[in-house]
C-alpha cells in the first residue's frame, strides 16, 4: 500500500463521494476509481459499498480508514520531525493528556516554552489514560499525561506533583448538593456514573469496600463533560477528579474519607526525541 493511495482512500471515506473526492484531490473521477479498485484488489477485500449518489464504507473499510489514518498521521509527523531539524526549536510536540490537574501545569510549562520558541506547536489529544498509551505506543504521541493507576514499566516518566482529589458532581438540586463530602453510605442508593477504565474501577471498588457489588451503575465514561451533561440530564452523579470546572447548575462534593490520583507524564524509552521534545522535557523537569 502507498501513502498516497491510502490518502486516495481517506478522502473518498470523507465525502462519501467519487466525483467530490476527486475534484478535493485535483484528480480525474476514472484516475481516482481505478486506484480504489486496485487497492481492493491488492488488498482482496470489498472496502466500499457503491451506490449511484452515494459510497458507505464495509467493515474491512472501517478498519482500515483507522489504519490509514493512524499510518498517514505517523507519515505527516515524521516529515514534520525532519523539517524541524534543519531550524532550532521549531517544530510540533505531540501530548496525550487525560482530564486531571496534572494539565494545569503542562499548560503553564506549555506557555512559558512558547514564549521562548514561539516557532513551536503544540498538538494535544485528550483521552483517557488507555487510549492516550495506544497512540504513544504507535508513535503517534512524543509524551503522554497519564493518571494513575498505570503500567509504566516500558516508559521512561515523571512524576508531577500534583494530585486529582476524587468525589461526585450531582445536579444543583440534589439532596446530597448540600453536603460538604459524601461517604460510601450515602452513594450507595444513588445510579452513578464511573469511568470505563477497569483499573480505575478497582481504585474506586477499594474505596467503596463491600458496598461496591451493590452500586447502582448507570453509565461509564472517559471524559468529563459528556459525563457532566449526562448528571445535567438526570442520568445519575458522576464519580470524578475535582477539575475546577464552572458548572451553575452542577455541585463536586469530594469523597470522605478522601482518595487522591496522582499523574505521570510518559515517554517510550527506546524513543529518540527531537531537539524540540527534549528541549520540552528538559523544561517540564525544571519547573517540577
Known amino acids: 500500500m502507498e501513502l498516497r493511495v491510502l490518502r486516495y482512500f481517506l478522502a473518498v471515506a470523507r465525502e462519501e463521494n467519487i466525483t467530490r473526492a476527486a475534484a478535493a484531490l485535483h484528480l480525474t473521477q476514472p484516475t481516482l476509481s481505478r486506484q480504489l479498485m486496485q487497492l481492493e484488489e491488492e488488498l482482496g477485500v470489498r472496502l466500499f459499498f457503491r451506490s449511484r449518489y452515494r459510497i458507505r464504507l464495509t467493515d474491512e473499510g472501517m478498519l482500515l480508514r483507522r489504519r490509514a489514518q493512524e499510518l498517514v498521521d505517523l507519515a505527516d509527523k515524521t516529515a514534520r520531525e525532519l523539517a524541524a531539524g534543519e531550524a532550532e526549536l521549531m517544530g ?44 504513544q505506543d504507535m508513535g503517534l504521541l512524543d509524551m503522554g499525561l497519564l493518571t494513575e493507576p498505570v503500567d509504566v514499566g516500558k516508559y521512561a516518566f515523571c512524576r508531577l506533583r500534583q494530585r486529582d482529589r476524587w468525589g461526585v458532581l450531582v445536579r444543583a438540586d440534589s439532596p446530597l448538593a448540600a453536603r460538604q463530602a459524601v461517604t460510601p453510605q450515602d452513594l450507595e442508593a444513588v445510579p452513578l456514573l464511573v469511568s470505563g477504565r477497569e483499573s480505575i474501577q478497582r481504585e474506586l471498588s477499594g474505596w467503596f469496600g463491600s458496598r461496591w457489588e451493590r452500586l447502582q ?72
Open 92 to 135: 510540533e510536540i505531540a501530548i496525550g493528556a487525560g482530564e486531571t490537574r496534572g494539565m494545569s501545569f503542562l499548560s503553564g510549562v506549555i506557555c512559558a516554552f512558547r514564549r521562548r520558541y514561539p516557532g513551536v506547536t503544540f498538538r494535544i489529544f485528550s483521552a483517557n489514560a488507555d487510549d492516550v498509551k495506544e497512540r
Open 217 to 288: 451503575i448507570a453509565a461509564t465514561f472517559n471524559l468529563i463533560l459528556n459525563a457532566a451533561n449526562m448528571v445535567r440530564c438526570g442520568v445519575g452523579a458522576a464519580l470524578c477528579f475535582d477539575l475546577d470546572l464552572a458548572f451553575d447548575d452542577l455541585r463536586f462534593l469530594p469523597l470522605s474519607p478522601a482518595m487522591e490520583t496522582g499523574a505521570v507524564l510518559v515517554w517510550k524509552k527506546d524513543q529518540t526525541l527531537t531537539p524540540v521534545a527534549e528541549a520540552f522535557h528538559q523544561q517540564i523537569k525544571d519547573a517540577q
